[in-house]
């Protein structure tokens, strides 16, 4: 004969077994509070959020990485993303070296075609005369070139000492320490020499200089004139021959400025070293965290079909990345190409094997318009090394192509059915993480038989790591789940919503349990589980 969940003299079985204190409890003495002070953020998942976890595989990976993430104890997943966040940097600037590289060698070649055509310029009026007119002519320009440019870089350091100075002198004045007086006596030093500079008779002097040159290098451009007019040469030619002759001097002071940049950003580029190890270190690193997750979740109850978590580098959204990104450059260098070719024609390319340039092109063996242009890109070596690095910066992108694949007894999630789905979101939710959690329906979804033999043995164990709130219409993750409060709710007749807060024992309120849905069946099963039936 079953039992009357509505006869409450059953309840005498706790007195019978002294399950109920005799004298009034006191909750403090029975409760332990640890050391732990650490601020925890609480989850909130509404009833839809579940749904779009069950159906967004993207929002599940994050969702289950950010709860990996605390389970890390030894913070290896967080150590190994500053890693792959500083190789994405030191990446991104190679690459930055690398056009600037170009710039520069570019600039340098245009400069040293046009020091030629102007020197071939020049030296096409051969004459003794003229030779030692624009001989002197040349070594003034390039005397007065290069007290211009010491000139300037003096007057810039100095700008820039004033400008640190700034920052310095009023902290300096009344010295109350040793490393404050050693600053004081280095900013005194400074400004000291900054003003002894500007009134040496030598800077005066160099300007006087400077003056004077400059007025050399008109009459000497006058003789100039007076030679080539003599011999019937037109006012356009004289005037390229005068000005081929200080743009010689400039270029001449301008191109060791410039071959000393080149091969200073080349020495940095040389200093660069790829860090593709760091994404398999990840990868590793998150499977070996969700081991014991995995061992736990292949046998959990008759009605729960085995899950499984596997973290995957996705290809196809890195690939659809790195064929876009080319489109653009190619795009920029004033070709027109199709997406969709490109993506055929590099189908064949191993991406993560980019060792030469010749191996790539040797993939490039179409003869349409797409592998022509291809072939045509990568034939200039620079345009390869910016997209090697492009491809080691994207596979460092574990944020956008970082993928956990969930199976479902042994089946893709997605691949099962939305019920299927909503269960392993759940359960997942549950088992991983540390943080109070409260779910707005979790019953949504769920087969009822599901609930009551599985999920509220799920709940019972793991409430005693983490704190759990529901807000439910289910009776079976109240009464069976073990709930300790149960705020019930309900609508007064003055349209005021009234909350009641009770507990499963409390034998005044049991009627607003007995209200929710299988509440009765509810009472039942905990009784038989008891063995007071």
Request: charged share 30%.
């Amino acid at each position: 004969m079953k039992t009357d969940p509505h006869d409450f003299t059953k309840t005498q079985f706790f007195k019978d077994n002294h399950l109920t204190p005799e004298i009034e409890a006191n909750i403090q003495s029975c409760v332990t509070i640890d050391n732990d002070f650490e601020e925890k953020d609480v989850e909130f998942l509404q009833q839809n959020e579940i749904e779009q976890l069950a159906t967004a595989p993207s929002r599940l990976t994050q969702a289950i990485l950010s709860r990996l993430a605390k389970r890390d104890e030894n913070g290896l997943l967080a150590s190994i993303k500053t890693q792959i966040y500083a190789a994405i940097d030191s990446t991104t600037h190679q690459i930055r070296r690398l056009n600037t590289e170009q710039a520069l060698i570019k600039n340098l070649s245009d400069s040293e075609k046009e020091l030629a055509t102007k020197k071939a310029l020049i030296d096409s009026f051969h004459n003794e005369q003229y030779g030692e007119i624009n001989s002197k002519l040349a070594r003034i320009n390039k005397e007065i070139e290069e007290l211009r440019n010491g000139k300037a870089r003096l007057g810039g350091f100095v700008r820039e000492l004033r400008t640190i100075m700034s920052k310095y002198s009023l902290l300096t004045e009344t010295p109350t320490n040793i490393y404050e007086s050693q600053l004081s006596m280095i900013v005194s030093a400074i400004e000291k020499a900054i003003s002894s500079s500007q009134g040496q008779p030598a800077i005066s002097a160099a300007e006087t200089r400077e003056k004077a040159l400059a007025v050399s290098v008109g009459e000497l451009k006058k003789q100039l004139e007076g030679f080539l007019k003599e011999r019937g040469l037109s006012q356009e030619n004289l005037q390229d021959v005068g000005k081929a002759s200080e743009r010689v001097a400039q270029l001449e002071a301008k191109l060791p400025e410039v071959r000393a940049a080149v091969n200073a950003i080349n020495a940095e580029i040389s200093e660069y070293t790829s860090k593709n190890s760091l994404s398999d270190n990840y990868a590793t690193t998150v499977l070996e965290l969700l081991n014991p997750i995995n061992l736990e979740l292949h046998n959990l109850s008759a009605e729960v079909k085995p899950i499984a978590l596997k973290y995957e580098f996705d290809e196809n959204s890195f690939r659809e990345t790195i064929v876009r990104r080319l489109k653009e450059e190619i795009s920029q260098d004033g070709r027109s190409i199709r997406i969709d070719h490109l993506t055929q024609v590099l189908e064949s390319v191993d991406l993560f094997a980019l060792t030469s340039l010749d191996k790539l092109i040797s993939h490039l063996n179409d003869d349409k318009e797409t592998g022509r242009i291809l072939r045509d890109y990568f034939a200039k070596e620079p345009n390869f090394k910016t997209f090697k690095l492009e491809v080691e910066k994207e596979r460092l992108n574990i944020e956008q192509h970082g993928r956990i694949r969930v199976f479902y007894d042994t089946r893709p999630i997605e691949n099962t059915s939305f019920g299927q789905r909503c269960t392993a979101a759940i359960v997942i939710l549950l088992l991983l993480g540390n943080t109070p959690i409260v779910i707005d329906e979790p019953e949504a979804h769920l087969d009822s038989a599901l609930i009551a033999k599985y999920l509220v043995e799920l709940v019972k164990r793991v409430k005693n790591d983490r704190q759990i709130i529901f807000a439910t219409h289910n009776a079976n993750f109240v009464i069976n789940g073990d709930a300790e409060l149960v705020h019930c709710f309900s609508m007064a007749d003055e349209k005021v919503t009234v909350i009641t807060s009770t507990t499963i024992e409390n034998l005044a309120n049991r009627h607003h349990l007995l209200a929710l849905e299988g509440g009765e069946e509810a009472f039942q099963r905990r009784e038989l589980r008891y063995g007071i039936a």
